[in-house]
């Protein structure tokens, strides 16, 4: 069990890292581009690369504020 | 699309990888015992090979839109996770990654640890330090080149790139005999971040199904976008710690 947890320790901080708020923004973002582009048609590329650069300052400010 | 960009780009990141695993290999190994280390060295690019073997193949045969999807996903977050850090350290919210400090603390652990045979194995203690930090640095490696190699369907100009990376940083490391304190290493974060990122949010959109303006072109305007973004998050930080540590100058000023 114990190594089981390190096993997904070791994942969870590979993939995701410091911050899960970003990774759950690029997934949002990701849906958002998705839904858009298969259920109305819309071509919103520019969805993900606001999202990214959106999720960066956010995180950036979350951690320097309770500094 | 030019295979020149697509090499550079895993060099600089698997250079990055190859400088840490240098680190842990050469305090496991000058402390320590070289047999060991090679020991460990040798069964984590035996690891890391099968798992190359096995993953590789796999995603190759991926449909290429769901395979741009989960890869641009996680380059993305993965390119974040860099910038974020490369961003704190360059504003002094986190400590610089010193090669020469990651090296004496492995160093120190390494020369308090009993030495124990196991498994064939003169010191234990060597292997498995040398192992863990050849296969997790090695795993960061071969995720690269394979997501960026199959997506711009030129796995050779990745492994060229990441080889490279490897080579070089080795034969400095065996030139200094020391661990590489002189590389700026998070200025390199700093622009992998930027790279993984732009490659990421460019591959993720397409593969949810948007079309980018002038197709790969767009990634000439990308990158640059996120490397003037990841500026201006430096310099929002570094005014922000400036701004926040003013006051606290004053007060010292007036109180007596």
Redesign the interface.
């Known amino acids: 069990m114990k190594q089981l947890k390190s096993f997904g320790a070791f994942w969870y901080d590979f993939i995701i890292g410091d911050d899960w708020h970003v990774a759950a923004l690029i997934a949002a973002g990701l849906a958002l581009t998705a839904i858009l582009a298969h259920a109305a048609g819309v071509n919103a590329w520019y969805i993900l690369p606001l999202t990214a650069l959106a999720a960066l300052a956010w995180s950036l400010h979350r951690v320097t504020a309770r500094k | 699309m030019n295979a020149l960009p697509l090499i550079i780009t895993v060099f600089v990141a698997c250079a990055v990888e190859a400088v840490e695993a240098l680190t842990i290999v050469l305090a496991a190994g000058l402390t320590r015992e070289w047999r060991s280390t090679f020991q460990g060295m040798i069964a984590a690019l035996l690891a890391l090979a099968v798992i190359t073997a096995a993953v590789g193949p796999a995603v190759g045969h991926l449909p290429l839109a769901e395979l741009r999807?989960v890869v641009?996903?996680?380059l993305?977050?993965?390119g974040?996770?860099w910038?974020?850090?490369a961003?704190?350290r360059a504003?002094g919210?986190k400590a610089l990654h010193d090669e020469a400090s990651a090296y004496l603390r492995e160093v120190t652990a390494a020369k308090e640890a009993e030495t124990e045979a196991r498994r064939g194995i003169g010191d234990w203690y060597a292997f498995t330090l040398a192992f863990k930090g050849v296969l997790l640095e090695g795993?960061?490696v071969v995720f690269i080149v394979i997501t960026f190699g199959d997506n711009q369907k030129n796995i050779g100009a990745a492994v060229i790139g990441a080889a490279t990376a490897i080579v070089v940083v080795t034969v400095a490391g065996i030139a200094a005999r020391a661990p590489l304190t002189k590389v700026p290493e998070n200025w390199m974060k700093l622009a992998v971040g930027v790279m993984l990122?732009s490659f990421?949010?460019f591959w993720?959109?397409e593969?949810?199904?948007?079309?980018?303006?002038g197709n790969d072109a767009?990634l000439l305007v990308?990158i640059p976008?996120?490397a003037v973004?990841?500026a201006c998050?430096i310099r929002?930080?570094r005014s922000?710690?400036t701004t926040a540590l003013a006051p606290a100058k004053q007060s010292e000023v007036v109180t007596p």
């Open positions: 999807l641009g996903a996680l993305a977050v993965f974040l996770q910038l974020r850090k961003v704190l504003t919210y795993l960061e990122t990421g949010t993720g959109a593969g949810a199904g948007a079309s980018w303006p767009a990308l976008v996120v973004a990841a998050c929002w930080l922000r710690k």
